[in-house]
């Protein structure tokens, strides 16, 4: 069996780029009003630049807009030059630096993040991205970077914590390899997505889209699992199987797959719409597990522990492949990669450790505590891309500023409150573990005398 689904996945990989192909159309680049490429050379007499073309390497002259200074201009940085087709040709709109520099400061910011995002990854198998993307952007790295950055990042972390959830006895590899075959398909259907955004309306339209999706989803899906969670911890529901997923259970349409980990039996066609979203969200917004874990918990009826630790197989599959379509795209910040990736590579182990320490309904009320923070933090963005867009009348300042404050702010909060959850709970949870085996022992000495 495993043979045969290790073949579908072989053979979808194959596969995908000639579709890719097929389904491009001749090829997406940017549009005539969207360049990529290095300043090389500033005119302040002219109010001018000289830009290099990425790829093909064609020297071209472009006109700065009024509002821009020319001693503002930053040189050989890789940048999107947006166009203003209605003052001109040639005339700039808007330059946006691609790969922001490096500062201690930011350095070790990363390395922090990288560690966090890694312990929700571990503990919850979302991959943490829902708080790593975010916070790159928070630092100033484009939306279209900070994706493909954390989706390169994501596959050789949740190769680790996949490994070590499964040597648990959690995770379930057929439920994972069934589910990343359509995940891929959704990773390469989100690229083209988020591609054709980025090249049409720049990294503010990217920024926005980014955002406004990572606030919607999490508003919806980390409320019902937070609603979840609450009767759980409350006594007054048992982790029992969803009723929507005993009813997809109960349709008989073959191919009928039975997932032994997950103790579940199902039509492949259940698990489609699920890979599918995940791949999808994973590679627009670099976030798949807050739709793969409750779909598998939700739709499939997995438990937590199970859905988690299996949405790391998926979170590798889809990494790995994403990560070679992006690289092929120029937009994966390596330096963003191995800092978060250095710290993650450890939080993750420690994630996976304090799953077997804890209750179900104590992964649902991490996963969703965090989602609706984040969400916050996601939301006071959206006004600024908004404007930046010309979409709505230009902020003032202070308002501006404040926005700033209440997006940072509330990403420090989600990170330090997931970390300190986890914390709690994995200390508790070993604490309560040793008084159990030392009652035991001390049992087993009264028995025997």
């Known amino acids: 069996m495993y043979r045969k689904l290790l ?5 979808t990989l194959i596969s995908l780029p000639l579709a890719s192909a097929a389904l491009a159309g001749g090829g997406d680049g ?24 990425d790829g093909t390497k064609e020297i071209v002259t472009l006109i700065l807009p009024a509002a821009m200074k020319a001693e503002d201009v930053r040189l050989n940085k890789k940048v999107l030059v947006s166009l203003d087709k209605h003052a001109g040709e040639g005339v700039i709109k808007d ?19 990288g560690l966090i995002g890694g312990l929700l990854s571990g503990f919850i198998g979302s991959g943490g991205a829902f708080v790593l993307t975010p916070a790159m952007m928070s630092l100033g790295v484009p939306g279209a970077v900070a994706v493909a950055s954390n989706m390169c990042h994501k596959f050789p972390k949740a190769m680790v914590g996949a490994y070590k959830r499964y040597k648990y006895g959690q995770a379930d590899i057929k439920l ?12 390469q259907i989100g690229i083209k997505m988020q591609k054709y955004i980025l090249n049409h309306f720049g990294n503010a339209g990217s920024n926005l889209y980014v955002s406004f999706v990572f606030m919607v989803v999490l508003v919806l899906v980390g409320g019902y699992v937070l609603y979840d969670a ?27 797959m039975h997932f032994k980990v997950a103790k579940v039996t199902i039509s492949a066609w259940v698990t489609i719409p699920v890979g599918l979203l995940t791949g999808m969200l994973a590679a627009t917004i670099a976030v798949g597990g807050f739709i793969g874990v409750p779909g598998m918990i939700y739709v499939v009826g997995a438990s937590a522990v199970v859905a988690s630790a299996t949405e790391l197989i998926i979170a590798f599959v889809m990494g790995a492949w994403g ?4 690289g092929l795209s120029g937009l994966i910040d390596i330096r963003l990669t ?46 600024g891309y908004l404007a930046d867009l010309d979409l709505i009348p230009v902020l003032q300042s202070q308002t501006t500023a404040a926005l700033e404050q209440i997006s940072f702010w509330a990403l420090v909060t989600a990170l330090g409150s997931a970390a300190l959850i986890i914390t709690i709970a994995m200390t508790k949870g070993m604490l309560q573990a040793k008084h159990e085996r030392e009652a035991q022992q001390l049992a087993h000495v009264v028995t025997n005398g």
């Open 30 to 53: 940017p549009p005539k009003d969207m360049l990529k490429g290095i300043i090389t050379q500033v005119q302040p007499e002219a109010h001018s630049i000289t830009f290099e073309k």
């Open 7 to 11: 073949f579908m996945l072989l053979l």
């Open 176 to 187: 994972g390899l069934v589910m990343a075959a359509t995940a891929i398909i959704g990773v």
């Open 323 to 326: 990560s070679i379509q992006w």
């Open 338 to 383: 191995l800092l978060i990736l250095a710290g993650s590579l450890i939080g993750v182990q420690l994630g996976a450790l304090g799953t077997t320490y804890v209750k179900d309904y104590m992964i649902k009320i991490v996963m969703a505590s965090t989602m609706l923070i984040v969400a916050v933090s996601r939301g006071a963005k959206v006004p």
């Open 230 to 256: 609450y009767k759980l911890a409350k006594g007054k529901g048992e982790a029992t199987v969803s009723k929507l997923a005993l009813r997809l259970q109960a349709i008989n349409l073959p191919p009928m």
């Open 95 to 113: 330059i946006s630096i691609m790969f922001m520099d490096m500062t201690l400061t930011r350095i070790i910011t990363l390395l922090v993040v």
